[in-house]
């Protein structure tokens, strides 16, 4: 008999299987095989899988496309004398090992948890097996079942009040607000002129520097009376400032601050700091990288000290202990630090090679001396007069670089001044003046918005990146650069929520909603008393606003503006592309406007009916031949994204679109579809570009990633799509090992 270890990840089990060979005394074979993530879930957007009158509970099913790897992972069971389940050490993680349990019906498996994965950290965690925690798993139901139910409650009350298609969230929809309340005070910032005055000095050795002025006068008048006294005057060395300043290391990395210092070094989003810490951490190079605690082990310091001592010397060691900046314990283990920091490279790829070198130094520097700096300060005065402002200068200087050697991105530049002393006169070269404007406050990037949600207790280690990724799906907003942009649509929905919604979008209640989740984690809250404390008046105050006017007019638009067909007044509307002007008049007049002020063509009968909803029969027609009123769908020509395109003018009830033949032909591939096995895989456009779907859309959803090459998958028989150069050829099915054929050569 053997011993059966399930984890979540393909390339975590392969990690720790060449680890268990080695345990002392070991009487059983291990058998190491994963889950590939979830086993099973609450039904997608429906809110009836959870019942509430029998306390919450959820209704979960089989996530899809995991039948077969669970029962792979049935006859491995059976065939194993003891079952460790050994999935991530947080709730997510907890939750995972309750799944398994349950779907796998195994009656007492062993949970065991480690924060890297190296061979003493497995080994020792399978020496110290316990029980699956209730209260960890709870947490995670409980936040998963929150986030459900008000993300359907609200997100229906928006489809009929707001636009069809749109969503709110308990997290999602407080980290709107705070963007749009700093656009708001972006748009109300009125800009004041100032001037920023320089001169361009030497000294008695003929160093030439600059100087500026430490008052930026708002008027044209006394700016040239400063440049006048200044050509006139006599430059004389006042006072220099010299203090040593001590810059101390930062804590090790949290999630939060590896997710804001990787997007601000390295240029990487989030989600993608998040998928590349998970590669290297299923490698064994990093501790658990989900976490709020700024803890290091002991070894892990011993290893530091080592490293310190022997790369920079006895003299750049200093012991350090940071405080843990957040009270919550879902995540109460290690810091984010390599699993063995002797290593100071580790990753395949560039991008984990990166990310690995960015928390080496890190949790490095963190154990170092303080850097020494020398700030300095030369003030220059004009004649000597008080009427004329002090001009300026700043430089400085590492005395002793300290943790920055370890971190060198963390210095900065030295800047420093030419050799004066106090009274000298210094000669006029030059003055400058440069006329500018007061600025308003500067939007979020994605770490900006993390260090916000932070800051005021909004999320949680394992959101953030999930956050982003969801606003910016929503199509609330925009990155352009690093910086965050609401989109009209993310204003209405902000401004829809504020308006109806203040209390459960504020930071006091999000706040203390994640507190209560944590309290629940730590045993000290009970589970169906906090959901219906809260489930209960939130129904109550979504029912009460089902009879508010539906959000159809955003307001006038600007009078300049008439309708292009009636020469009526305008009122601003929101589509899915943004605002746009429509026709006061509408619906009896169609007159449109882009929101710059051109024309907008309406949408145009073709004469056609609807060949999916439409009418084909002569007894549904009047005898002149005319279409009953609501009889059936008829096709328009309408805008769209990609130009003109003809539809039904019950969309979205009705979904059909026509193409041309033309067009048809060079989309259809002559890949029977792999599901229904009727239609054919045709080429489609969507949000993120181009895929390959079922042209039996919508009775038939079938769709993959890549063009189908027209052969089967002899593993798994699913259509087989193009790849890379180097792997030209691949499974359309992610759960299939040759989805990834390049790591099955490997195994070979």
């Not at 058998?31 to 993530?37: I, L």
């Not at 361009?200 to 003929?206: A, L």
């Not at 002025?213 to 040239?224: G, L």
Request: proline share 5%; with cysteine.
């Amino acid at each position: 008999m053997t011993k059966l270890l399930i984890v979540e990840s393909p390339a975590k089990a392969k990690t720790i299987a060449k680890y268990l060979n080695d345990i002392p005394d070991q009487a059983e074979d291990f058998v190491v095989t994963s889950s590939v993530g979830h086993v099973r879930d609450l039904p997608k957007n429906n809110k009836k899988a959870i019942d509430i009158e029998a306390g919450f509970v959820p209704h979960y099913e089989v996530s899809k496309g995991k039948e077969k790897v669970i029962a792979e992972i049935k006859t491995k069971a059976k065939k194993a004398s003891e079952v460790l389940l050994a999935t991530d050490p947080d709730r997510e993680g907890e939750a995972i090992a309750w799944h398994l349990k349950e779907v796998l019906d195994l009656k007492k498996p062993k949970r065991i948890v480690f924060n890297e994965i190296t061979k003493d950290a497995v080994q020792e965690a399978i020496g110290h097996p316990r029980e699956i925690d209730n209260k960890l798993k709870e947490a995670q139901e409980a936040r998963r079942i929150l986030d459900r139910l008000v993300g359907y409650d609200l997100s229906g009350l928006i489809w009929k009040k707001v636009r069809y298609g749109l969503s709110a969230g308990r997290v999602q929809s407080p980290s709107l607000r705070i963007i749009m309340e700093r656009e708001r005070e972006i748009r109300a910032f009125v800009p004041e002129d100032f001037w920023v005055i320089t001169a361009d000095v030497k000294n008695k050795s003929n160093s030439q520097f600059p100087l500026v002025c430490a008052e930026e006068p708002r008027e044209e008048k006394e700016m040239q009376r400063i440049i006048d006294a200044g050509k006139k005057g006599s430059w004389n060395v006042t006072n220099i400032k010299e203090a040593e300043m001590k810059r101390a290391p930062r804590a090790p990395f949290i999630t939060s601050t590896l997710q804001q210092t990787a997007s601000t070094r390295l240029g990487f989003a989030p989600s993608k700091t998040m998928g590349v810490a998970q590669k290297l951490y299923e490698a064994g190079h990093i501790t658990y990288m989900r976490t709020d605690s700024t803890t290091m082990s002991k070894q892990a310091h011993a290893q530091i000290v080592k490293v310190v001592n022997d790369k920079y010397g006895k003299e750049y060691y200093q012991s350090r202990v940071f405080k843990k900046k957040s009270k919550s314990a879902q995540e109460a283990h290690e810091a984010v630090r390599p699993s063995d920091i002797m290593k100071e490279s580790a990753g395949t790829t560039e991008e984990q090679k990166k990310l690995y070198r960015l928390i080496w130094q890190r949790a490095v520097a963190s154990q170092m001396t303080d850097a020494k700096l020398l700030k300095m300060k030369m003030i220059v005065n004009v004649d000597g007069k008080e009427e004329v402002p002090d001009f300026t200068t700043n430089g400085s200087r590492t005395l002793f670089d300290g943790w920055l050697k370890a971190d060198p991105e963390a210095r900065g530049e030295d800047v420093e001044l030419p050799k004066v002393d106090v009274g000298e006169t210094l000669k006029l070269l030059e003055m400058h003046d440069e006329a500018k404007q007061t600025q308003p406050p500067s939007r979020y990037t994605e770490a900006g918005l993390i260090k916000e949600l932070e800051k005021r207790g909004i999320g949680r280690p394992s959101t953030y990146a999930s956050i982003m990724r969801t606003l910016n799906d929503r199509g609330y907003v925009e990155k352009q650069g690093k910086t965050l942009f609401p989109t009209d649509t993310g204003d209405v929905v902000s401004s829809f929520l504020e308006e109806n919604f203040d209390k459960y979008i504020s930071d006091s209640f999000t706040a203390e909603m994640e507190d209560e989740l944590d309290e629940i984690a730590s045993g000290e809250r009970e589970y169906v008393k906090t959901l219906a404390d809260f489930y209960t008046p939130f129904t109550k105050d979504v029912d009460s606003k089902k009879d508010i006017e539906k959000i159809t007019n955003m307001g006038d638009a600007p009078e300049e503006f008439k309708c292009p067909e009636c020469k009526a007044n305008m009122v601003i509307k929101l589509s899915k592309t943004g605002k746009f002007m429509s026709c006061s008049k509408f619906p009896d007049c169609q007159g449109a406007r882009t929101i710059e002020g051109e024309e907008l063509e309406g949408p145009k009968e073709t004469g056609e009916d609807c060949p999916k909803c439409g009418l084909t029969s002569p007894e549904e027609k009047t005898k002149t031949g005319k279409i009953k009123k609501k009889a059936g769908g008829r096709l328009v020509e309408r805008d769209g994204r990609f130009g003109r395109f003809i539809s039904c003018n019950r969309f979205p009830k009705c979904k059909f679109i026509k193409t041309s033949p033309e067009e048809e032909a060079r989309m259809r591939t002559g890949v029977k579809c792999g599901k229904c096995k009727d239609g054919e895989m045709s080429e489609r456009r969507g949000r993120f570009g181009l895929f390959y779907s079922c042209s039996n859309y919508p009775e038939c959803k079938h769709a993959i990633k890549a063009k189908p090459t027209g052969a089967n998958c002899p593993m798994c028989g699913s259509l087989m799509m193009e790849g890379t150069k180097t792997i030209p050829e691949r499974c359309s099915d992610k759960a299939c090992p040759n989805h990834n054929p390049h790591k099955l050569d490997k195994k070979k």
